[in-house]
T-cell receptor, first 115, second 112 residues
């Protein structure tokens, strides 16, 4: 089954404790991205990757890191989480088509609470 | 920069009622336009899309037409069901980078 998986689905942590949220896709997509969803703000892009070893900042990258060592995986790293990073996080992937025409496939989400 | 504005919810309807969710956008060039739906506890999934002016996207009884002259992509369904209760997001993308710019989302609740 074609899918994007994320782990963990739920995480409660404390300020400053490093954490990693994993994301994996099995569709051989070049493009992967992380979004955060906050009430009334929709989804905002954190980081994206056009292919292996190619990553770039989205709209809200502060406090986050990513890496793309393999095509299927795109982990999101919070080196020192803070309460303002409490949010619902989504990983997405797609093929890269000109003009942004490609459908993005989303993971089930990770609800993160930073105390 | 790019932006998407959609009507705030929640929108509460009775079953078999007509649904419209307004969406307008600001972007240079010719973006692709999307409606994504998020059912409770799930990730987003594509509902429909349109990639050029006057295109009509349709799926599961939902329709939206890409209107470049009014920079709009309003979502409509003629007869909603309880199972259509969800949050609906309008979004655009205009680059090979595939970045999606989302509206704030509209929660729809359909009552029996």
């Amino acid at each position: 089954e074609a899918q994007v998986t994320q782990n963990p689905r739920y995480l409660i942590t404390v300020t400053g404790k490093k954490l990693t949220v994993t994301c994996s896709q099995n569709m051989n997509h070049e493009y992967m991205s992380w979004y955060r969803q906050d009430p009334g703000l929709g989804l905002r892009q954190i980081y994206y990757s056009m292919n292996v070893e190619v990553t770039d900042k989205g709209d809200v990258p502060e406090g986050y890191k990513v890496s793309r060592k393999e095509k299927r995986n795109f982990p999101l790293i919070l080196e020192s989480p803070s309460p303002n990073q409490t949010s619902l996080y989504f990983c997405a992937s797609s093929f890269s088509l000109a003009g942004g025409r490609s459908e993005q496939f989303f993971g089930p989400g990770t609800r993160l609470t930073v105390l | 920069g790019d932006s998407v504005t959609q009507m705030e919810g929640p929108v509460t309807l009775s079953e078999e009622a007509f649904l419209t969710i307004n969406c307008t956008y600001t972007a240079t060039g010719y973006p692709s336009l999307f409606w994504y739906v998020q059912y409770p506890g799930e990730g987003l999934q594509l509902l429909l899309k349109a990639t050029k002016a006057d295109d009509k996207g349709s799926n599961k009884g939902f329709e939206a037409t890409y209107r470049k002259e009014t920079t709009s992509f309003h979502l409509e369904k003629g007869s909603v069901q309880v199972s259509d209760s969800a949050v609906y997001f309008c979004a655009l993308s205009r680059s090979a980078g595939n970045k999606l710019t989302f509206g704030g989302g509209t929660r729809v609740l359909v009552k029996p």
